[in-house]
């Protein structure tokens, strides 16, 4: 080995001094100041005429640290050094340490903006991960009329803070944040943390032992990426379970997405805290299913699972109800329809929705209610004109009519195998189902026939084909299909990627129908809400995944019941949500929806609101809970939207 020269040793050494931050890189400026004050006062000293070697490199410092005193010297030796100590002044006292302390205050301000210091903030919402939903929860939870301001209420905190652990806090973050107006004018509740889920530290960063609710949304798997979003959720409850048992205290209560729903069983062995599971492959195949039974439900769901402007479900105590039944809450709140209600079963809840208007009203009981506001769907308001009461009697589950739907999926997902398995429990349909997608027929063939046994009730044909390509499709086309489905991806890097993808194949689609007389169904699903807008609404219908997944994660976080409510509502059998032709029923005396509420609640459904034929200058058709007492002058083609109970297997 060859030797070291001393230059590499010192160089060495330095080097090893620098890397371990500012307060040693200002010591080994310090010791270059301290050895050039001394080399200078040592060559200055036999020429000081009087005085020791300590003032000459007091002098020596003085020439260094201040280059005033630089026209005080008499002598040309001492002027000479005088003039290289000022110089060296420049570089190491200056130069080095001005450098030293800008970069330890970008350093130190950058650190800040990551957000790596703990909370101390109690009783606060904490959003683990920013993802494609993070954006959507927060306006949820930022919502005047969200039900997350009745929690906090209810623990007695007057202030809503907003926690959000980020990989990595970044500027982009915020300006994505402030974007939007609702987030931008509470800025001020919303505090962001660098950190995963993964990492017990991080999550103490959060403070998530001390939040009112813990919200864990699931993000877009990347294609081959091996850590999937289940996999974190499950170690992140491990992690809080963990950490409450070794502090003693209860663990927080938690509403998580899981993308696979055969995972349920496994989330909750490994939380013993309160928890809710959103299993967001079954919400989003359900949602897909029964859009494909019942054209025109997209709208729907889009208006009651999404914090804008319209109506939505409310789940209410009945304390001050107790004695009344569902048409003495009914005629007493004009601006809701009362829906069903929810009664206490052992440890859960049983689910009734569409009930006989005759029900009685027991101790613990909640009734649910389709309103546009929190307030409208209070169950004793005082009303001047009460509603007349419904009767709805009890009746048998019908059965709806089913026969033979042909079913042309674009793209492909791991969600496609769940929503082959939610179809396959429709057994009044028989489902021809045509899957196009640059993917391995063999491959998609196993996923599905993985998922479960009851897939093989579904008849699937594959072909292996880009649909980006006008030529691949032509020839589908030209076959009758009652629904093109089109898949936002989950292999492509991002979801932007995957939509621009599906919106250009809508486009194609749309415009190979254009001279059909009677177009399919066409059916696009959208992993970014910020893409909805660029849809065409007359020709098309939409599912915003993340928006409607985020809707229910902070409703469900107020109200544990929704979640029951929505799986018990968006199952195949029992109450669904449905379109009706009015000769369904005797419509010679309806001008009103009020006359409507009443000749439908006879026949045994819920009348929810109109359907209209013609869209209006937005595409909108649906009319959810109009008032009352105003003239509704249905057209011919409108439908009535019921809630009807169906039979089930």
């Known amino acids: 080995m060859l030797p070291f020269s001393f230059v590499d040793r010192l160089r060495y050494v330095v080097e090893r001094q620098f890397i371990k931050g500012a307060h040693y890189q200002l010591l080994v400026v310090a010791a270059f100041i301290a050895l050039i004050s001394l080399v200078g ?7 000081s005429g009087e005085g020791d070697l300590a003032d000459s490199v007091w002098w020596a410092f003085l020439r260094l640290t201040d280059p005033g005193y630089l026209g005080d010297d008499e002598g040309t030796w001492r002027r000479i050094v005088s003039t290289v100590l000022t110089l060296s002044g420049y570089v190491v006292f200056l130069g080095a340490l001005v450098a030293i302390m800008t970069r330890w205050l970008i350093a130190m301000m950058v650190k800040l903006e990551q957000g790596l210091t703990p909370v101390t903030v109690t009783d606060h919402i904490v959003i683990l991960g920013w993802t494609n939903r993070t954006i959507p929860l927060v306006q949820e939870i930022l919502d005047v009329n969200g039900g997350i301001q009745r ?14 652990l980020a990989e990595e806090v970044t500027a982009e973050h915020v300006h ?7 987030i931008r004018r509470n800025m001020g509740n919303i505090i962001l943390r660098s950190g995963t889920a993964l990492q ?26 091996l850590l999937s979003s289940d996999v974190e959720t499950i170690k992140a409850l491990l992690t809080l379970q963990a950490q409450a048992q070794q502090r003693g205290i209860t663990p927080p209560y938690v509403v998580a997405e899981v993308d696979d729903r055969r995972k349920l069983t496994v989330m909750q062995r490994a939380y013993s805290g309160p928890l809710e599971v959103l299993a967001s492959d079954a919400l989003v195949s359900r949602l897909f299913a029964q859009s494909i039974i019942h054209p025109g439900l997209p709208e729907l769901f889009g208006e009651v699972l999404t914090v804008y402007d319209g109506n939505e ?13 569902l048409a003495d809450i009914g005629s007493r709140a004009p601006e809701a329809i009362v829906c069903g209600l929810m009664r206490p079963d052992g440890g859960s809840w049983q689910t009734w929705l569409n009930a006989p208007s005759a029900e009685v009203i027991r101790a613990g009981d909640k009734v649910v209610m389709l309103a546009r506001d929190y307030a409208h769907a209070e169950p004793v308001a005082e009303s001047s004109t009460p509603l007349r009461p419904l009767q709805r009697p009890p009746v048998s589950p019908q059965r709806q009519a089913g026969g033979l739907r042909r079913l042309l999926i674009l793209g492909w997902s791991r969600r496609v195998p769940a929503l082959i398995h939610e179809l396959a429990g429709y ?3 028989r489902f021809d189902v045509h899957m196009v997608s640059v993917l391995d027929p063999a491959e998609r063939i ?17 072909s292996q084909a880009d649909y980006m390509v006008e030529g691949a499709l032509r020839g589908l086309i030209e076959q009758r299909f009652d629904s093109i489905l089109l898949i936002s991806s989950d292999r492509l890097e991002s979801g932007e990627e995957a939509d621009a993808r599906a919106m250009v194949g809508y486009l194609i689609v749309d415009e190979l129908l254009r001279e059909r007389t009677q177009r399919p169904q066409l059916l696009l699903e959208l992993s970014d809400p910020a893409n909805e807008a660029l849809v065409v609404r007359k020709r098309g219908e939409t599912i915003v995944g993340p928006t409607i997944l ?10 544990r019941e929704l979640g029951l409510m929505f799986e018990h509502l968006l199952t195949t059998g029992g109450p669904e949500l449905v379109f009706r032709d009015m000769q369904d029923y005797p419509m010679q005396s309806v001008t009103t929806f009020a006359d409507l509420e009443a000749v439908v609640a006879l026949q045994g459904d819920t009348a929810l609101g109109i359907y209209r034929a013609k869209a209006d200058a937005e595409g909108r058709r649906l009319q959810l809970n109009p008032a009352r007492d105003k003239p509704m002058r249905l057209g011919e083609g409108d439908q009535l939207v019921v809630l009807a109970t169906l039979q089930s297997d």
């Open 200 to 225: 017990p530290e991080d999550l103490d960063r959060a403070a998530c032992l001390q939040a009112a609710v813990v919200l864990i949304p699931g993000r877009m798997q990347t294609a081959g990426g």
């Open 427 to 429: 057994s009044d349909f």
């Open 151 to 164: 929690l906090l209420k209810a623990r007695l905190t007057k202030r809503l803070r907003l926690v959000i």
């Open 446 to 462: 196993a996923a599905i026939q993985a998922y479960s046994p009851d897939t093989a009730r579904v008849e699937c044909h594959h």
């Open 313 to 325: 479900f409310y789940i209410r105590s009945t304390d001050n109800c107790v004695g009344m039944t």
């Open 176 to 182: 994505e944040l402030r974007a939007i107006p609702l």
């Open 550 to 559: 985020s809707h229910l994660m902070a409703q469900i976080a107020q109200r």
């Open 41 to 47: 006062g040592w060559l200055v000293y036999p020429s």
